[in-house]
């Protein structure tokens, strides 16, 4: 079996036994790795720390029969780098987080790499440990996800139309059309949100007060909602305190 080296944030935890665990990670490297950590919880004298906690960042050593998607990899080593105890600080940090990592482990594939999305992430967890708000901060994260998948919206004019928003003027979100949609074209859509005036420039990433940040979380929310086939669970408690 081919022992394989990378960077990797966890994502996901399984209790299997009562020894080992299944994990989710995202590696810088691989994309998402299933594996089961056999023994993790019965040791601290051995290869692995005394836990493997989610969110973490850390080296990862694994092992993989071919072709890889048949089964689990099994962890052969694990080092902690990064444990972000500020996200635990507050819980409106920790929910982004989660969110964070859902996403992503719901719009990413097994053995799929994404460097910079996965650098994206370690900075978002890194940027929400002492985030005094987080709504904009995940947005940014929102973003940089559906830019490296390939779903990212066209935002920038009417996806029927091709004309530029117009300052002041109704505007719509359709994630089935996959960008905006004006005011002269949006009733040929069943399927569609309206967007806040407000949140168009945080939305195209170009910067906007955190009041405005919600509208966006809420429409890139929806957007990932559709690609994933289901809302994500933790969405609705983004904006818990």
């Given at each position: 079996?081919?022992?394989?080296?990378?960077?990797?944030?966890?994502?996901?935890?399984?209790?299997?036994?009562e020894t080992s665990q299944v994990l989710v990670f995202f590696a810088r490297q691989s994309g998402i790795v299933?594996?089961?950590?056999?023994?993790?919880?019965?040791?601290?004298?051995?290869?692995?720390?005394?836990?493997?906690d989610l969110l973490d960042v850390g080296h990862l050593v694994f092992s993989t029969r071919s072709p890889?998607?048949?089964?689990?990899?099994?962890?052969?080593?694990?080092?902690?780098t990064h444990a972000f105890s500020g996200l635990r600080e507050r819980l409106d940090r920790l929910h982004a987080?989660?969110?964070?990592?859902?996403?992503?482990?719901?719009?990413?594939?097994?053995?799929d790499p994404h460097p910079a999305l996965f650098d994206a992430l370690v900075d978002l967890l890194r940027g929400l440990c002492d985030a005094p708000a987080v709504?904009?901060?995940?947005?940014?994260?929102?973003r940089t996800l559906l830019h490296e998948v390939g779903l990212l919206p066209e935002l920038d004019a009417c996806i029927s139309c091709g004309r530029a928003p117009v300052p002041r003027e109704p505007l719509y979100f359709s994630s089935h059309e996959g960008g905006l949609i004006c005011r002269d074209c949006e009733a040929a859509y069943v399927e569609k949100r309206q967007v806040r005036p407000a949140s168009l420039g945080i939305?195209?990433?170009?910067?906007?007060?955190?009041?405005?940040?919600?509208?966006?979380?809420?429409?890139?929310?929806?957007h990932i909602s559709h690609m994933m086939g289901r809302a994500?669970?933790?969405?609705?408690?983004?904006r818990v305190r």
């Amino acid at each position: 079996m081919a022992l394989t080296k990378d960077e990797a944030v966890v994502l996901r935890r399984l209790d299997y036994s009562e020894t080992s665990q299944v994990l989710v990670f995202f590696a810088r490297q691989s994309g998402i790795v299933r594996a089961i950590a056999k023994g993790v919880k019965r040791s601290t004298k051995t290869r692995f720390a005394p836990a493997i906690d989610l969110l973490d960042v850390g080296h990862l050593v694994f092992s993989t029969r071919s072709p890889r998607q048949s089964q689990l990899a099994t962890v052969t080593e694990w080092k902690q780098t990064h444990a972000f105890s500020g996200l635990r600080e507050r819980l409106d940090r920790l929910h982004a987080a989660q969110y964070a990592a859902e996403v992503v482990a719901g719009l990413t594939t097994d053995w799929d790499p994404h460097p910079a999305l996965f650098d994206a992430l370690v900075d978002l967890l890194r940027g929400l440990c002492d985030a005094p708000a987080v709504i904009g901060l995940l947005v940014a994260f929102q973003r940089t996800l559906l830019h490296e998948v390939g779903l990212l919206p066209e935002l920038d004019a009417c996806i029927s139309c091709g004309r530029a928003p117009v300052p002041r003027e109704p505007l719509y979100f359709s994630s089935h059309e996959g960008g905006l949609i004006c005011r002269d074209c949006e009733a040929a859509y069943v399927e569609k949100r309206q967007v806040r005036p407000a949140s168009l420039g945080i939305l195209r990433g170009e910067g906007a007060p955190e009041e405005s940040a919600a509208g966006a979380f809420d429409i890139l929310n929806y957007h990932i909602s559709h690609m994933m086939g289901r809302a994500p669970v933790t969405a609705p408690l983004v904006r818990v305190r």
